[in-house]
C-alpha cells in the first residue's frame, strides 16, 4: 500500500520535472505568476508583436483578459487581432502553407512552448539573436540554431553581434560568464528594459501554458484563510467546553 503510493506519488511530479526542458541555456528565468502587471505587459506584448505568426489556441481572449484583470475595452480596442472575437480563441489568419512557403516553416501554436521547452529556454531564445548574414532572415540565435523566425523584436532590442571565439569562459567585459554579444544597432528600449519585456512575455506564455494555475493560487489562498478561521473557532469552542471541566 505504502509503495504504491510512493510510486504514484513520484509519477505525479515527473511531468513538472520534465517540462522544464533540461537543455543547457544561456540565461535563468523564474517565472512569478503572481506578477499581474508583469502579465499584462506580457500580454500586450505578445499579441503586438508575436500573434501575427503565432496562435494561442487553447486561450480565448476574454478568458485572458479575466485572468489577468484586464479591462474589456482595453482588450478590444488595444489587444485583440483586426477581425477577432473576445469570446474567440487567440488565432490568426495566417494560412500554414503560405507561412511554411515565407518562412520555410510554419510558426508552431506556442500554447504548450513554456512546457515543452521551458521559461529558461523562451527568456534565452529572445535574447539571443545575432547578425549573420549566411541566413536568409539575416540573423541566427544561439538556442536555435539557423532558426527560421525573424529577430521581430529588433525594433526594440537593436542588433547585436555575436563573438563566437570568446563563448562562454570570458566575460567578454560585459559582466558575467555569458555569451559575448555586442550591441552594433541600438533598438527603443536600452539593455535592461529589454530584458524586462523579454522577461515579460516568457511570464504571459508561462501563463498562458496553464492558465487553470492563476485559478488555483487564488483558491489556494482561500483554503489557507478558512482553514486558518476554522482553527481559531475549534480553539475558542476547546476553551470553552473545557472552562467548566477546571
Ligand atoms: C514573422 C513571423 C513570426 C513572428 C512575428 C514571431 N515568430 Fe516565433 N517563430 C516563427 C517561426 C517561423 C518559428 C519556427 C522557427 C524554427 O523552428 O526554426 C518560430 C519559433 C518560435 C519559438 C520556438 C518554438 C519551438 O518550440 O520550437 C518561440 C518560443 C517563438 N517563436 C516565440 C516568439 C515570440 C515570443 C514572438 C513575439 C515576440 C514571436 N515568436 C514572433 C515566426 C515568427
Redesign the pocket.
Known amino acids: 500500500m505504502m509503495r504504491r503510493l510512493v510510486a504514484i506519488l513520484l509519477v505525479a511530479a515527473m511531468p513538472a520535472a520534465w517540462g522544464a526542458g533540461g537543455e543547457q541555456v544561456p540565461f535563468e528565468f523564474d517565472p512569478n505568476l503572481g506578477n499581474q502587471a508583469s502579465l499584462q505587459r506580457g500580454a500586450k506584448?505578445?499579441l503586438n508583436?508575436?500573434?501575427?505568426?503565432?496562435s494561442l489556441q487553447y486561450l480565448r481572449y476574454n478568458r485572458m483578459a479575466k485572468d489577468l484583470g484586464i479591462p474589456e475595452e482595453i482588450l478590444e480596442d488595444k489587444l485583440m487581432l483586426a477581425g477577432g472575437e473576445a469570446h474567440e480563441h487567440i488565432v490568426n489568419s495566417?494560412p500554414k502553407a503560405k507561412?511554411e512557403e515565407?518562412?520555410?516553416?510554419?510558426?508552431?501554436d506556442?500554447s504548450l512552448?513554456a512546457r515543452?521547452?521551458g521559461p529558461d529556454?523562451?527568456y534565452s531564445?529572445?535574447l539571443t539573436f545575432y547578425l549573420d548574414d549566411s541566413t536568409a532572415t539575416g540573423v541566427n540565435?544561439l538556442v536555435?540554431p539557423?532558426?527560421?523566425?525573424?529577430h521581430?523584436?529588433a525594433p526594440l532590442q537593436g542588433y547585436q553581434h555575436y563573438n563566437a571565439d570568446h563563448g562562454e569562459e570570458t566575460s567578454g567585459g560585459h559582466g558575467g560568464g555569458g555569451p559575448d554579444f555586442e550591441l552594433v544597432r541600438e533598438g527603443r528600449l536600452s539593455e535592461a528594459e529589454y530584458r524586462r519585456a523579454?522577461a515579460d512575455?516568457?511570464n504571459f506564455?508561462t501563463y498562458a501554458g496553464e492558465p487553470a494555475k492563476l485559478v488555483r493560487y487564488g483558491l489556494g489562498v482561500k483554503v489557507i484563510a478558512f482553514l486558518l478561521l476554522f482553527t481559531a473557532l475549534a480553539w475558542l469552542l476547546k476553551r470553552e467546553y473545557w472552562r467548566d471541566v477546571h
Open positions: 506584448l505578445f508583436n508575436c500573434a501575427g505568426c503565432h495566417m507561412a515565407w518562412f520555410g516553416k510554419a510558426p508552431p506556442l512552448v515543452s521547452r529556454w523562451i531564445f529572445l540565435n536555435l539557423n532558426t527560421a523566425m525573424p521581430v523584436l523579454v512575455i516568457t506564455l
